[in-house]
C-alpha cells in the first residue's frame, strides 16, 4: 500500500526532488537521469515520484520554468518599461537574455545535449500553451512601454514576444551553426534584429 505523505514531507520531498533533479540533469541530461536516480537520491520509493509529477519529463520541465522566470525577472528590472528604447536598448536586452540562458548549468546542458526537442515532444500542448503565456504576460508590461514610445506600436505583443523566444530558441542549436562561429553570429543577428525593429518603428511614425 503506497506510503501516505504528510504536508510537511510533501513539502520537503517535492523541494527535494526539485534541488536533486536541477543537480542531476545538469550533470547526465534528461536522457540520462532516470526516475530511480531521482528518488534514490531523495531517499524515496521509485513509485513515490508519481505523486509529485506525471514524468521526469514534467520535472525538467518545472526547472526549466524556473530558471525561465528568474531570467525574466531580471531583465525586467534591468529594463523597466519606463526606460527609454533605442536600437542599443533592444540590442543590450537580446544580449544579455541570450547570455543568462547560457550562463543556466540546466539549460546550458540542456542545449549540449540537444534535448529540447525530444523534452516538447514527450509534454502535454497545454504545459507548452502556459509557457509561452507566461512569457508574454510577463514581458507584456515591458513591450506596451515601448510601444507606448512608438515602438513597434503597430505589431502584435505577441508577436515581438515570439521574435524574442525565436532568438532565444537559436541558441539551442548552437552546434548546427557552429561553435566557433556562432559568437559572432550571434551578435551579427541581434544586431540586425535591433536594426530593424528600430527601423520599422521610425516607418510607422511617418
Known sequence: MPK????????????????????????YGLKKTGIGDLTTAVGVAQGSFYHFFASKEELYYTLMLEDEKRIRDTMLSLF??????????????????VAMI??????????????????????????????FEEDRDALLPLISGWQASGFMAGERADTIVSMIRSLV??????????????PATMELLIDVLAEGMTAKSRREGE
Open 80 to 97: 523597466p518599461p519606463s526606460r527609454p528604447v533605442t536600437k542599443e536598448v533592444v540590442a543590450q536586452f537580446l544580449r544579455q537574455s
Open 102 to 131: 547560457e550562463e543556466s548549468p540546466l539549460l546550458r546542458s540542456m542545449m549540449a545535449k540537444r534535448e529540447l526537442e525530444p523534452l516538447l515532444r514527450k509534454l502535454p500542448a497545454e504545459l507548452l500553451q502556459r509557457n
Open 169 to 182: 530558441l537559436l541558441t539551442m542549436h548552437r552546434e548546427e551553426i557552429g561553435e566557433v562561429r556562432f
Open 4 to 27: 501516505k505523505f504528510t504536508d510537511d514531507e510533501r513539502d520537503w520531498i517535492r523541494q527535494k526532488l526539485l534541488k536533486e533533479g536541477r543537480r542531476l540533469f545538469a550533470a
